[in-house]
């Protein structure tokens, strides 16, 4: 035991050397709104701090990166619509230097310009605070990383399908529902996953979860008519509010409600649980 | 005196006239308010460096990297490192940061270089204050203002004398752009008096209206249709500019030139189309390019998802390999209970040997098939037993280093055992399947955390490496000493190696047997 905290200790100071500090050099970027008709953003980040939030102002987007200058390079660029976005490892001199402090990522979008949001995530503490951004589409994965997702406001407007990619990793959304997306797709590979369908906006959402190992746990207001349709290996699905009807699980209010929720469950070895909560 | 209000339908003509040509009639306010479009600002050890692009005006660089600044990327001076320039350019950008696009103005605008510096920083600073000024002044200078006088009652028919009369269009259009730069006031559709003492400041532009200046006009005067009546005391200070139109009275009056507006050519539909064709074809090429050049870069990047399913894959071959090991194990210890103990105490107990053993049995592993194969080709007999022997012997080898495998792990696990962890009740870690579980998942523990950490992507590679390098150690090591104690010890059937005074029992439940 002794042995395998020693070991995890080593390996955590080798991974995350000054966790508190932030990295010494800085670079900014940030572009007004001109008149562009929507906004393809794409981040690559492999390991550090990021967050995404919606901005105020006029900008269609302001990034600030605090960096190690020699360990990380921050990748910028930005053309006809396409903003790529990241922090590269410069892998050769990694080994040779010291870091200094954790890279961190700002990133800010406009309200005014639709958006296609991609962020790959790796290693990465990520908070991604996505209301009020107007979102056509979201393409998420994040790797051995903790991410926490959250929609205070409602998406402006609708988009066809979301995706969440989760590797090994813990992650957290909270009111799913603004995002006003048709389909919400969560792949999970190992890790914790609750995900928290408030504030649905459409009449008719659909949510497919694929999980390879691990928990998940789908919270749903109280109202929302839920239709549970499960192909399951070695997991435990625990939905005390649901009933069976052929071969699916259903809502009592499943007939009534306004707004319809469909979840679509594979899940190899783990925990599945569907909550209800008062809104 | 005329009224310079303005009435709803006014300006949107004027808006779509304008724009219609082109001339994109911008808000001076919001370009005032808003020059800048982007900026970039890096503020490091080795590199400070300031990115501008402005609503109009050539975009903005200045870098100081090296003790060399680069203004637009051609050097344009030195300076000292860790000098007064530098630390007032580190300490501007660093306020930058902070700052919006308005704010970044302003704070540029207010900046100056330090003062007291030696040369050659101090002809840098000069030039980086010069490059500033130009690129602030540039973007900061607001389009002309159009100001729309009120339009009369011929508005109508104005408008529709343009849209029906395409040379008028195109003259307006010739004329609007020599008049581009100054401010210029629009009369459309009703007669319009300078009067005399009066002096109006900018240009004057009349569609289908009838001018008459007895006053002063600063800035040139542009007539599309109607009459220009020149008093006596009229003075233009620009050109007088017309088209379809009559002028009359004091020619003296305009300054510059009086010109006959040519309207701007009229393009053939062929040259339209020939044009739309070309913009098509390279718009189409881009997108073509930007796919080719894209794609590879994606397949460059390794995603963090094919990592996960990389790394995944990996644990779970990891998996598959620990239980096929635990089942030949079991299997073994089902079977041959006193084999394996014989075999896996001789490894225990001689390891030194047992591993030199193996290393010289895997050096000499090939060339003993080898002679094999010869010695049994040359003998008649030896013919049909060279099949077998061509394929059995190699698999006799791995089969024996499996097995030796599968007894150090189990020796690793009994190690375990005995230094008395928690979790495990005395009576369960003596059992030698747990034994040999543990055994066997600290061998191949690392090739799962190598896994694990191959999910975390490219970033954790180093790591990964290690421990794909301690597994693959481990497991080299382990095998060479249990292959070493199955030759030893004669696939178990020679107990000289594996300890003295040991007897097996069968049925104990400690394979360990008794130690007297």
């Known amino acids: ?279 | 005196m005329p009224d310079f209000g303005t009435r709803g339908r006014v300006p949107l003509l004027v808006l779509f006239l304008l724009a219609a040509f082109g001339f994109g009639l911008a808000n001076p306010a919001a370009a005032q308010e808003r020059p800048l479009v982007s900026s970039e600002v890096t503020v490091s050890g080795t590199e400070l460096a300031l990115s501008l692009e402005f609503v109009r005006g050539d975009p903005l660089r200045v870098v100081l990297r090296d003790g060399r600044v680069l203004i637009d990327g051609d050097e344009a001076g030195r300076y000292t490192r860790g000098g007064a320039l530098e630390g007032a350019w580190r300490s501007l950008l660093g306020e930058l940061v902070s700052l919006d696009e308005p704010g970044i103005v302003t704070r540029l605008a207010g900046w100056r270089a330090p003062t007291g510096l030696d040369e050659p920083a101090s002809t840098s600073a000069a030039r980086i204050e010069a490059r500033l000024a130009d690129a602030l002044r540039d973007a900061a200078a607001p389009d002309a203002p159009i100001r729309v006088i009120e339009g009369g009652t011929g508005l109508q028919e104005a408008f529709e004398s343009l849209v029906l009369q395409p040379e008028r269009l195109r003259s307006l259009t010739a004329a609007m752009a020599s008049l581009r730069g100054e401010e210029i006031a629009v009369r459309i559709g009703e007669p319009f008096t300078v009067p005399e003492g009066e002096t109006r400041p900018g240009s004057l532009l009349a569609l289908d209206a009838d001018l008459h200046i007895e006053g002063e006009v600063e800035g040139s005067v542009a007539a599309i249709g109607g009459t220009v009546l020149l008093g006596e005391g009229a003075r233009i200070g620009g050109d007088l500019l017309w088209a379809f139109a009559t002028i009359e009275g004091n020619r003296d009056a305009v300054a510059g030139a009086i010109t006959e507006i040519s309207p701007v050519p009229a393009r053939p539909e062929s040259e339209l189309r020939e044009e739309l064709r070309r913009e098509i074809q390279a718009a189409v090429e881009t997108a073509t390019s930007a796919v080719s050049t894209v794609r590879p870069e994606r397949r460059a990047t390794p995603s963090a998802l094919r990592s996960i399913g990389r790394g995944f894959v990996r644990v779970l071959q990891t998996v598959l390999t620990f239980l096929v090991l635990l089942g030949i194990g079991l299997a073994l210890l089902y079977f041959f209970p006193r084999h394996f103990e014989v075999m896996a105490r001789t490894a225990r107990h001689s390891t030194g040997s047992s591993a030199l053993v193996g290393l010289a049995g895997a050096f000499l592993a090939f060339p003993a098939w080898l002679f094999g194969v010869v010695a049994l080709a040359v003998t008649i007999v030896g013919i049909p037993i060279m099949v077998l022997w061509i394929p059995l012997f190699p698999l006799a080898v791995a089969a024996a280093a499996t097995v030796g495998l599968i007894l150090v792990a189990r020796n690793l696990g009994r190690w375990f055992a005995d230094r008395d962890p928690e979790g495990f009740a005395p009576e369960e870690r003596q059992r030698p399947a747990v034994q040999l579980g543990i055994g066997l998942a600290v061998l191949v523990g690392a090739f799962a955390v190598a896994g694990v950490l191959q999910m975390g992507g490219a970033w954790l590679g180093m790591f990964r490496g290690l421990f794909v390098a301690i597994g693959i150690l481990a497991t080299a090591v382990a095998g060479l000493i249990g292959f070493g104690a199955v030759l030893l010890s004669r696939g178990g059937r020679d107990a000289r190696y594996a300890g003295s005074g040991w007897v097996f029992r069968e049925g104990e439940g400690d394979p360990g047997g008794v130690e007297p």
């Open chain 1, 1 to 279: 035991m002794r042995a395998a905290s020693l070991l995890g200790l080593t390996l955590l100071l080798a991974i995350g050397e000054g966790v508190e500090a932030q990295g010494t050099s800085t670079f900014q970027a940030s572009r007004q709104a001109q008149t562009e008709e929507e906004l393809r953003a794409e981040v690559s980040f492999g390991a550090g701090t990021i967050r995404v939030s919606p901005l105020e102002s006029s900008h269609l987007y302001r990034l600030l990166v605090r960096f190690d200058e020699g360990v990380v390079e921050p990748e910028h660029s930005y053309s006809d619509g396409l903003l790529r976005v990241g922090a590269r490892t410069i892998a050769s001199r990694r080994i040779l230097r010291r870091t200094d402090g954790e890279t961190s990522v700002e990133l800010g979008l406009g309200q005014t310009v639709p958006t296609h949001l991609k962020l790959e995530l790796g290693a990465v503490q990520g908070r991604l605070d996505l209301g009020g951004i107007p979102l056509r589409s979201l393409d998420l994965s994040t790797g051995a990383s903790d991410t926490e997702l959250r929609v205070a406001v409602p998406n402006p407007i609708e988009m066809s399908s979301a995706r969440i990619q989760v590797g090994a990793a813990a992650f957290l959304a909270s009111n799913l529902g603004h995002l006003r997306a048709a389909e919400i797709r969560v792949e999970a590979g190992v890790g914790d996953v609750r995900l928290d369908m408030g504030g649905l906006l459409r009449d008719d959402t659909r949510v497919h979860v694929s999980m390879g190992l691990g928990n998940v746990e789908i919270r749903v207001p109280r109202g929302v008519g839920v239709r549970l349709d499960r192909s399951t290996f070695l997991t435990a699905v625990n939905a005390p509010d649901l009933v069976r009807r052929g071969s699916e699980y259903v809502s009592p209010e499943w007939d009534d409600a306004d707004r319809l929720l469909r979840i679509r469950l594979d899940a190899a070895i783990g925990n599945v649980s569907i909550t209800r909560y008062d809104p």
